[in-house]
């Protein structure tokens, strides 16, 4: 673990942020405070795994419920015409 002063992480935020890279750098600033700067991966995720989304259900029972859901429209549509 490596730390910089705020004005030395100022002056050098390249390196500093390449230091993080292999391990966590803090900033200590001149009241005492310290702070973590750690790198953000990256995650390889599925743009359709959204939070709130119940889990266990099947692809089937999904593509069921849209059918379902698009199949009321169509009618309703057709009833109101």
Known sequence: MKTYTYS???N???EVLDESKRGEVIIRRRRGENFAVVPQLRARRSPFDVPGVVRGTT??????AIR???SRRRSS???GC
Do not use: G, N
């Open 8 to 10: 030395e992480a100022r």
């Open 12 to 14: 050098r935020l390249a």
């Open 59 to 64: 692809r089937r029972e999904l593509l069921a």
């Open 68 to 70: 379902e859901s698009r």
């Open 77 to 79: 549509r057709r009833a």
